[in-house]
């Protein structure tokens, strides 16, 4: 272990502790689960969106009469 500390002081290289990686990946790991958690939220939310608009739509529409006609008679 202490020849890849020295190898990395040699070539400039910064060094990080075991327990600071190991706090990093976690901290990476926990990200990246609440990054999977807000995309599937988001993909919830513009499947909402669009069946909201086209019901938004369709009861915006005329209601016509039964036979099609469009006078007012």
Do not use: C, F, N, W
Request: glycine content about 6%; aromatic content about 0%.
């Amino acid at each position: 272990m202490q020849d890849g500390g020295m190898s990395a002081i040699q070539s400039g290289d910064d060094v990080v502790s075991a327990a600071d990686h190991k706090a990093l990946q976690k901290k990476v790991k926990q990200l990246e689960q609440l990054l999977g958690r807000k995309t599937m939220e988001t993909e919830i939310l513009k499947e909402a969106l669009e069946i909201a608009h086209s019901k938004k739509l369709i009861s915006r529409m005329p209601l016509l009469p039964p036979d099609g006609s469009l006078s007012s008679e």
